[in-house]
């Protein structure tokens, strides 16, 4: 067989894309101000970002990090197991663990390498990963990286998680889902996966990502929500990014886990760590993020209004409680103009369409954070009842954008 040229390969790859709309570009914001972007010399308003307390922004979380990199520089130095684990970083996996209420927590440099960790560490050849077919892309890759069979059962479905973990008796089992899903907003339903995983002598471990700091008692999250603690739920991640509006991501739970991991997972033994003054920033915002309940309860209150301005607008929404309010669009095009018609209006909202979500089903996703104003929402709806108006007369998309 003649060798490949991946150039020709990239091309022909990329014309697909193009043909089916479907290639990328980033949009590039000059300027933030809260819920505000400047994109193109034009001041839009945001619903498609992930900062959903408002924290990213705010003068402790930036105070922290500014003074942090005056004192201890900008950089992490080394890897956790050389010299570069400051003491920055124990105290946010301390606070983290409290906040959780488990053993023990371990720091790492994002979600996507958090979750690596966790699967690669536990599981290989041999082994089982049973997974909710709508996981995050980290969960799926992680899985496939190990050497462990992928078992994917259909969404938020228990039973199938079951039926899949019963046709893998052998080898070590790990039940992994998400507990937000980021592209739906749907909640897993881990008491009835927890059962699951008890009754099969699975482990546990919930992907938190888009659930901490915004669902349960003092925004534990998903898994506090449930009433699930770490005998039940081992391990779960919770990302510093979007809520906590920082950067990073824990892996808590399990003290015994939790060790393995820093021992012997690749992806946070084989990496320079977090920036001393970045952990800062994490630390700051975690204690906020448990202090200041109004934040979730101004969340909810937002979430609600939209939902309910929206059906009286005829609009169908996804199901969903959670600051992610998915509008089903079907076609790729369909998405992409309804997009573009909203920033038209002011209004910067992504369209998602496939690989990131199955094929016929591209969508807007909309996400409300706690800065986000009445009038904001009330901005958006108005917006919303225009586009549509505005796609139904054959608004045409000039430019390509989001994912």
Known sequence: MARIDLRLR???????????????????????????????????TGFCGNDYLG?????????ALQDTAAREGAGGVASHLVCGHHAVHAALEREVADWLGVPSALLFGSGFMANLAVVQALLGDGDV??????????????????????????HADAEGALRQLRGS????????TDGVFSMDGDVAPLKQLALVARAQRATMHVDDAHGIGVLGPEGRGSVADAGLGVDAVPLQLVTLGKALGSYGAVVAGDAELVRHLAETARPYLYTTALPPA?????????????????????LVAGIARFREGAATRGFELMPSDTPIQPLACGEDAHAL?????????????????????????????ITFSALHSDADIDGLLVALEWAREAVGNGFTVERTATA
Not at 169 to 176: F, V
């Open 278 to 298: 970045q952990a800062a920033a994490s630390l700051a915002a975690v204690k906020l993020a448990r202090r200041d309940q109004w934040r979730r309860d101004r």
């Open 129 to 154: 990963c049973v997974q909710d077919r709508l996981n995050h892309a980290s969960l799926i890759d992680a899985a496939r990286l190990a050497g462990c069979s992928l078992r994917r059962y259909p």
């Open 10 to 44: 990239i091309a022909q790859a990329r014309a697909q894309r193009a043909a089916q709309d479907r290639v990328r570009t980033r949009r590039t914001a000059s300027r933030r101000d809260g819920v505000r972007f400047e994109v193109d010399g034009h001041w839009l």
């Open 55 to 63: 924290l990213s922004q705010h003068f402790a979380v930036v105070n």
């Open 169 to 176: 008796p052998e080898g070590a089992a790990l039940l992994a």
């Open 337 to 365: 103009a309804f997009a573009q018609a909203l920033e038209a209006q002011g209004i910067w909202v992504a369209a998602i369409r496939p690989p990131t979500v199955p094929e016929g089903q591209a969508r807007l996703r």
